[in-house]
């Protein structure tokens, strides 16, 4: 299915540098702000105070977020758990205040604008469950790249591995630049929804790189490069079609899903925008200048004793 078809191919790789200093710039940005001002870390990463209290009737969560924020908490998570009426909340720890002490207060206040709420339970979520968590999102990430460089290198070739993990983790590395540079809430949404960034953008990529193995098969008068801008350019309206149509749900998540789903959605928004720079102008490029050529992906087909196409057939020792 085709919105458009294009008749001439777009000369991407000729503007390949230009697009990739803006990248590398980009990317080195988000480093330094990842290092000098680090990810705002949720409650599940630094610990804190877990509640759950009980309404009679539908809690009004947007209420109840208020409420709290009167306390002084600027970085608190509420939603409703199992049922309309009971509502999870975690609290980020406070220096000199303990978790009863902190369910007492947010339950106190709560009970001045209902005084049905009840307290079902709460718990202290230590900073050694954090730094599991942490730990865990890390082995989970790395083994995300390790299985797609497998994955890739098996499908296609190892150049082909090498451009689409560089042009992935430039994507990552730049939601979370985003992430510190504003010092949003790094939940453990946000890194499931990284994660998903991953498997999104190397799907991008991975359609990219079919198409030019086709060419390479189809075209063999054509450059290299003329190879990879013709596949970009034949690929550009499905890219829209399914990005578009992605977009268009995230966004809903975005501004209709509420505070819950707000960041995940902000970092699919990010992760989405960039991971079509970065399979067209990133992984393309970085393919080309590793050198990939059609010997890579179209394999000679074997010789049979006694072709006469053989320049070695009859030949004696």
Do not use: C
């Not at 309309?84 to 205040?97: E, N, S, W």
């Not at 499931?192 to 075209?219: K, M, Q």
């Not at 990010?270 to 992906?297: C, H, P, Q, T």
Request: charged share 15%; hydrophobic share 50%.
């Amino acid at each position: 299915m085709e919105f458009f078809k294009i008749r001439r191919d777009i000369p991407f790789m000729r503007h390949a540098m230009v697009f990739n200093i803006i990248s590398f710039l980009t990317f080195a940005a988000a480093v330094f702000f990842l290092v000098t001002r680090g990810l705002h870390l949720s409650v599940e990463f630094t610990g804190g105070t877990v509640m759950q209290v009980g309404y009679a009737q539908a809690a009004d969560v947007e209420r109840i977020r208020q409420t709290i924020a009167g306390l002084g908490y600027s970085d608190v998570q509420v939603q409703n758990f199992g049922t309309a009426r009971d509502v999870m909340i975690r609290l980020p720890a406070q220096k000199g205040v303990s978790s009863a002490q902190q369910s007492e207060q947010v339950l106190g206040a709560l009970r001045t604008t209902d005084p049905s709420v009840s307290l079902r339970r709460t718990e202290f979520v230590g900073p050694q469950v954090g730094e599991e968590l942490a730990a865990d999102g890390l082995k989970a990430l790395a083994m995300v790249v390790v299985g797609i460089m497998i994955y890739l290198a098996f499908r296609f070739e190892w150049k082909f591995a090498v451009a689409a993990i560089v042009a992935n983790l430039h994507d990552v590395i730049i939601i979370l630049g985003f992430f510190a540079f504003f010092q949003w809430e790094f939940s453990l949404a946000v890194l499931a929804a990284v994660l998903a960034v991953l498997g999104y953008s190397v799907n991008e990529s991975v359609v990219i790189f079919d198409r030019i193995r086709e060419n390479f098969r189809r075209y063999r008068k054509m450059s290299t490069v003329e190879i990879i801008d013709n596949a970009i350019t034949s690929t550009i309206s499905r890219t829209i079609i399914t990005h578009g149509s992605t977009q268009i749900m995230v966004l809903s998540m975005l501004l209709f899903g509420g505070a819950t789903l707000y960041y995940f959605a902000l970092a699919l928004t990010i992760g989405i925008l960039f991971g079509i720079y970065s399979s067209v102008f990133v992984a393309a490029a970085i393919a080309m200048w590793l050198g990939v050529k059609r010997e890579d992906l179209v394999k000679a087909p074997a010789r049979k004793e006694g072709d006469p196409n053989d320049p070695n057939a009859g030949a004696t020792v």
